[in-house]
C-alpha cells in the first residue's frame, strides 16, 4: 500500500486554507495547513511531497516572510520539495522570477482555484 501524499497549504486566507483541506482530502491525500510560511518551515522535517504557498501574507502590522522568501527558504533545506505558488496577483514579472527559481506550479486565485490547483498536484504527483 503506498502513503498517502502529505501536501502542506500556506496561506493567510481561513477560508483558503479550509476549502483547500476538505476537498484535498476527500481526493485522499493528508493535508496539514499552515497561516505563514515561518509555521510551514518549521515543520519541514516532516518531508511534505507537496507545499502549496500562498505569495502575499498579511499579519496585521507584523512583517512576515512573502511567499518568495519562504520558497528561497524551502529549497535551501529540503530542495527536492515540490511548490506551487497561488496568487491573486497576475503580475507577469512574479511568476517569470518564480520560474526562473524553478516553482512547480503557479495558480491564479479565482473561482476556479480549487480545480485548477487539484489539475497542477495531479501533474505534479504522475510525473514522479
Request: with cysteine.
Amino acid at each position: 500500500m503506498t502513503k498517502r501524499k502529505l501536501i502542506f497549504i500556506v496561506d493567510d486566507d481561513p477560508v483558503v486554507n479550509t476549502l483547500v483541506t476538505r476537498r484535498f482530502i476527500q481526493e485522499g491525500y493528508n493535508l496539514r495547513s499552515f497561516s505563514y510560511g515561518e509555521e510551514c518551515l518549521k515543520e519541514l522535517d516532516d518531508d511534505p511531497d507537496l507545499v502549496i504557498l500562498d505569495y502575499y501574507f498579511i499579519n496585521g502590522g507584523n512583517r512576515v516572510m512573502n511567499g518568495m522568501e519562504v520558497y528561497n527558504r524551502i529549497k535551501e533545506l529540503k530542495p527536492d520539495t515540490n511548490v506551487i505558488i497561488l496568487s491573486g496577483q497576475e503580475k507577469g514579472e512574479i511568476v517569470l522570477e518564480l520560474a526562473r527559481k524553478g516553482i512547480n506550479g503557479y495558480v491564479i486565485k479565482d473561482t476556479s482555484l480549487i480545480d485548477n490547483l487539484l489539475v497542477s498536484v495531479r501533474r505534479i504527483f504522475n510525473r514522479h
